[in-house]
C-alpha cells in the first residue's frame, strides 16, 4: 500500500504521526575574535601588564602598591604606593605613567575590580588601549608581572619594616631604580631594563615614577 501513496500523502501522515524532521535552521558564521591572551610584545609600548600588591606598615594598617611593567623591556614603568587603590587611582596613574613613557596598545591584567571597572574600561576605550584579562585563577597567563612581583616582594615587601607610606616610598624607589639600571636580567641577555637611564641620564625618562597617597 506504501508503494501507492504519493509522496506528499506519505510526508503528510508522516508529519501528523510526529515523526517530521525539523528542517536545518542555517547557522550564523560567528565572528571571528583574536584571542589576545597569549600576546606577545614585540615591541617597548606593545604591551603594558599591571598588577596590585598588599603590605602592611609596622602599626599594622594596610596598604597597596600598583606596579605597571613594560613586557618587552621588563623596566618597571611605574610603581603606586597607597592605602587604597580605586578606578580612578588606576586612571591617574595611567596617565602620569604614559606622560613620560608613550601609550601602550595593549594593558595586561587579572579581573580585579580595580582593572575591570567601567570607568577604567571606558577610559583605555578613549586611549585606543586594548585590554588583555587573563582567565581567572591563572597567573601563568600574566607571567612577566608575576615575576616581578615575586622579586619585589622577597627583595623589599617581606624583608623591609616600614613606618610610614613615606618611607616606603623611599625604599621602594631606590629599589626599583636597582631594578631598572643595575639588575641583571636573564631574559635581556643578563642586562638590566634600563641601563640608558644611568649612561645618559639627561636623555633618559622617569626611572620609576613612585607615588604615595597619604602623608603620615
Not at 575574535?33 to 598588599?54: C, E, G, P
Not at 614603568?77 to 601602550?104: E, K, Y
Not at 579581573?111 to 588583555?132: C, D, H, K, R
Request: net charge positive; with cysteine.
Amino acid at each position: 500500500m506504501l508503494a501507492q501513496l504519493s509522496f506528499k500523502r506519505a510526508w503528510r501522515l508522516w508529519k501528523q504521526r510526529g515523526f517530521a524532521v525539523q528542517p536545518a535552521r542555517m547557522r550564523r558564521p560567528r565572528a571571528l575574535r583574536r584571542d589576545t591572551r597569549s600576546l606577545q610584545a614585540a615591541h617597548r609600548n606593545h604591551v603594558w601588564t599591571y598588577d596590585i600588591l598588599y603590605d602592611r606598615l609596622a602599626d599594622g594598617r594596610f596598604f597597596k602598591t600598583l606596579s605597571i611593567l613594560d613586557e618587552f623591556t621588563r623596566e618597571c614603568l611605574a610603581i603606586h604606593v597607597a592605602p587604597s587603590i580605586r578606578a580612578s587611582d588606576v586612571i591617574r596613574v595611567l596617565q602620569r605613567t604614559m606622560q613620560h613613557h608613550g601609550r601602550p596598545q595593549f594593558l595586561r591584567s587579572d579581573n580585579g575590580s580595580e582593572f575591570t571597572a567601567t570607568a577604567v574600561q571606558q577610559w583605555l576605550q578613549t586611549q585606543q588601549i586594548g585590554p588583555i584579562f587573563i582567565p581567572p585563577r591563572r597567573p601563568q597567563y600574566n607571567g612577566y608581572i608575576e615575576s616581578f612581583n615575586g622579586k619585589f616582594r622577597d627583595e623589599v615587601l617581606n624583608r623591609e619594616i616600614f613606618y610610614s607610606l613615606q618611607e616606603a616610598q623611599v625604599i621602594i624607589e631606590q629599589w626599583c631604580r636597582a631594578y631598572n639600571t643595575i639588575r641583571p636580567h636573564s631574559a635581556l641577555g643578563y642586562r638590566p631594563p634600563a641601563p640608558e637611564a644611568i649612561l645618559t641620564p639627561s636623555l633618559a625618562q622617569p626611572l620609576c615614577t613612585v607615588e604615595t597617597a597619604i602623608t603620615t
